[in-house]
């Protein structure tokens, strides 16, 4: 019969002139939960054969809607300024890294020390004011060298490649946008003060208002949105995010609004224009004084759309 013994106990019964020796169960290396090896291991066991057959299904387009995901609902437990969500959030965005790494190292394309080993160099390379020589004081001065490297590494890289080529086309508009300007502003090419762009705003706004052809009002409206992004740039606002910040407000808001309506046995659909506007009003009282929006569901649906889906966390 196997009998538990403690490690004092060990020690007392061990001879005192003697050496003891040990001996410990090997631990999986799966089971290793706070080490980023354990990680590793657990993402490669899923993928190995006799593995999870979701993920080894996976590849890196079709985990590309997840890797977005993920980054938005990081950005959301950021906005609420939840440590445990944020906690949990960012594990989610690590394990896309992992499985993007794994696949990759499966066709012999690059494996995970490599990724280490370059995003190390980046961050030696571009701060040569911590690991060199280069003398600063704001942090004004550490972003214009930091782009005169950057500058430099796309030139070394792309051999005259067009400036803004190196924008990724599929960030979300507003910031993909906000980041043209920001890229092309590096060589000058930008208005002088914040007064120029309100009146460019005004002039675009004139424009859209007199289009009446469906195609041109688009267009229009692309103008307007994306002066409003110099706008923002100049402000030293994040378009994005503060777009976020306000649709997020917006659906806590009307959220709120719907439930007051609810207690009321009213139907939203039935109130006039200027009832809605009263329990808006009501709604953003409530919520300033503390009362809660809507909450994410049970079982992964998310409140809004009466879809749940699989995601790899």
Request: one cysteine or more.
């Amino acid at each position: 019969m196997r009998r538990e013994t403690s490690l004092a106990a060990l020690a007392e019964a061990a001879p005192p002139d003697e050496p003891a020796c040990l001996y410990l169960p090997a631990v999986a290396p799966e089971r290793n939960f706070r080490t980023f090896g354990g990680l590793e291991a657990i993402v490669h066991r899923l993928r190995a054969p006799g593995g999870c057959p979701w993920d080894r299904a996976q590849t890196h387009e079709s985990l590309k809607r997840f890797l977005l995901e993920e980054a938005y609902e990081t950005l959301a437990a950021l906005d609420e300024g939840d440590p445990a969500k944020l906690r949990e959030e960012l594990g989610d965005l690590l394990l896309q890294v992992l499985l993007h790494t794994e696949i990759a190292g499966e066709s012999g394309e690059f494996r995970l020390g490599d990724v280490v080993e370059n995003i190390g160099r980046k961050l030696i390379r571009r701060h040569p004011h911590v690991f060199g020589d280069v003398h600063v004081e704001t942090p004004e001065q550490v972003v214009d060298n930091w782009e005169a490297i950057k500058r430099d590494e796309r030139d070394e890289r792309a051999g005259g490649r067009p400036l803004l080529g190196s924008v990724p086309a599929a960030m979300p508009a507003l910031a993909h946008s906000q980041a043209l300007q920001s890229r092309a502003s590096t060589v000058g090419f930008q208005w002088p003060d914040i007064e120029r762009v309100l009146e460019k705003l005004v002039e675009e706004l004139d424009e859209l208002s007199k289009v009446e052809d469906a195609a041109a009002r688009r267009d229009e409206m692309g103008d307007v949105l994306f002066v409003l992004t110099s706008v923002a740039r100049h402000l030293g606002v994040d378009a994005e995010e503060a777009l976020r910040l306000a649709a997020r407000k917006f659906r806590g808001r009307f959220t709120r609004m719907e439930a007051l309506a609810q207690e009321r046995g009213r139907d939203l659909m039935q109130l006039s224009l200027s009832e809605m506007e009263a329990l808006w009003q009501e709604a953003k009282d409530s919520l300033a004084a503390g009362a809660k929006p809507g909450k994410r569901r049970r079982g992964g649906e998310k409140e809004g759309t009466g879809e749940a889906t699989r995601s790899p966390a």
